[in-house]
């Protein structure tokens, strides 16, 4: 399996690229809006690197960062997207707009990527609002603990979450105080401190 690929870009095209490593040129497919952000042809370049290995073919996916590929092999683990589809997903929306499409829900967003319609936006939200990171970017442990504790008790994410932000930015740090705080503003109710 290639991991990753460092060595000089030979040509750039609107749906890959190729690098020559070593007087190999590997083709790499990737998201079309990171193209623009790749060097000039004939400067090196490193891309983090999906294979994906069918009968007929070996294709490579490349990223510039870890957290890309990562969201690409987490979308392929929902049924019916393949590695075009993610790569369509990809370049389709911008990856935070993406996230905040998962976390709030927001089918109509989803919709908007070419090829996705409603039955695989739903989908979507409800294999993968729990596998990706938060739009807002990776929390602390106790920030996710109180999340996952709101979400057992039945409220939505995109609620919970609101809620437990306002509690962070009230200076709350410990998961009881933190579930405590963000209790007052789903319920409405005052909790009595012990």
Excluded: W
């Excluded at 030979?10 to 040129?25: A, C, T």
């Excluded at 695989?120 to 807002?136: D, N, S, V």
């Excluded at 200076?171 to 005052?190: A, F, H, M, N, P």
């Amino acid at each position: 399996m290639i991991g990753s690929l460092r060595g000089k870009l030979i040509s750039k095209r609107p749906d890959n690229v190729v690098v020559d490593v070593g007087g190999v040129g590997y083709q790499v497919s990737l998201p079309v809006n990171l193209l623009s952000a790749l060097p000039r042809e004939g400067s090196e370049v490193f891309l983090h690197i999906y294979t994906h290995i069918r009968e007929d073919a070996m294709q490579l996916y490349g990223f510039p960062s870890e957290e890309e590929k990562k969201i690409f092999i987490t979308l392929l683990s929902v049924s019916g997207i393949g590695p075009k589809m993610a790569l369509n997903i990809l370049s389709g929306i911008p990856l935070k707009d993406f996230l905040h499409a998962l976390d709030s829900e927001d089918v109509a967003m989803l919709c908007r990527i070419p090829g996705l319609g409603k039955k695989t936006a739903h989908r979507l939200i409800l294999e993968l609002r729990e596998k990706l990171p938060a739009a807002g970017g990776v929390r602390d442990r106790a920030f996710e603990d109180t999340l996952s504790a709101l979400m057992n008790f039945g409220y939505k994410k995109a609620e919970a979450q609101s809620s437990l932000e306002k509690a962070v930015k009230k200076g709350y740090t410990q998961i009881e105080d933190l579930l405590k705080e963000s209790l007052k503003y789903l319920t409405g109710v005052q909790i009595e401190k012990d």
